[in-house]
């Protein structure tokens, strides 16, 4: 298994502003990935972020609107950008282990006025 | 492409009682994983179990049972006596084996324990 933690657990932001959420495991993973899950909904894959290379991104979601950064194998940042209230979500950062099993962090929640 | 149904949106239940949450998947590949995962109230997702396309064993963990049958693509998941603390939104998930690690998931099933 893995450790998960996440900064911010949560924040209220103003629209236009950008926020970074850090996501830190405890061991070094190759795959990490970053989800958005918004009010009431499953889990879209944003990104997926491997170490030395650019992030992946999904159809729908620009690097603009969310840069990613993965410096090393433990540790990778989310940035939204220029935010809107339809940007209100709960964000979750997770990695894969060996064995093909996916665990999250405790997500960061994201409310923006 | 991988999808995910789970067609029950709500289900409610007494405690003690046994529940059966379904899972039906759809993937044109041989090699693919399934997972399910809980989510209660406090929004954090709880990895409960992974299963390969080439492992059709059931699997049972307390009073948690997984039956995986690659005839009718389903992976449902059975809660034995539930209890309150069973109560959450429980997803289920598929990926493809074939170099993609994306994590398809259903809508979700939120489940109601009532004391």
């Known amino acids: 298994s893995a450790v998960i933690s996440q900064k911010p657990s949560r924040d209220i932001c103003q629209r236009g502003t950008s926020l970074t959420i850090q996501c830190q495991v405890d061991?070094?993973?190759?795959?990490m990935f970053w989800y958005r899950q918004q009010p009431g909904q499953s889990l879209t894959l944003i990104a997926t972020?491997?170490?030395?290379?650019?992030?992946?991104?999904e159809s729908g979601f620009v690097i603009d609107k969310f840069p990613i950064s993965r410096p090393n194998l433990t540790f990778s940042t989310l940035t939204v950008s220029n935010m809107s209230p339809e940007d209100s979500s709960i964000y979750l950062c997770?990695?894969?282990?060996?064995?093909?099993?996916?665990?999250f962090g405790p997500g960061t929640r994201l409310t923006v006025t | 492409a991988q999808k995910v149904t789970q067609a029950q949106t709500e289900i409610s239940v007494v405690e003690k009682e046994d529940v059966t949450l379904d899972c039906v998947y759809e993937?044109?590949?041989?090699?693919?994983?399934l997972f399910w995962y809980k989510q209660p109230p406090s929004g954090e997702l709880v990895f409960l179990i992974r299963?390969?396309?080439?492992?059709?064993q059931n699997e049972i963990s307390g009073r948690y049972s997984w039956n995986f049958q690659k005839s009718t693509s389903s992976f449902n998941f059975t809660i034995t006596a539930s209890q309150v603390v069973d109560s959450a939104v429980y997803f289920c998930?598929?990926?493809?084996?074939?170099?993609?690690?994306?994590?398809?998931f259903g809508k979700g099933t939120k489940l109601s324990v009532i004391p």
């Open positions: 997770s990695v894969e282990t060996q064995g093909y099993e996916q665990y």
């Open positions: 061991s070094q993973v190759t795959m």
């Open positions: 972020a491997n170490q030395g290379s650019e992030a992946t991104y």
């Open positions: 993937t044109r590949d041989t090699t693919y994983y």
């Open positions: 299963r390969n396309s080439f492992d059709e």
């Open positions: 998930a598929s990926y493809s084996g074939a170099g993609s690690y994306q994590l398809t």
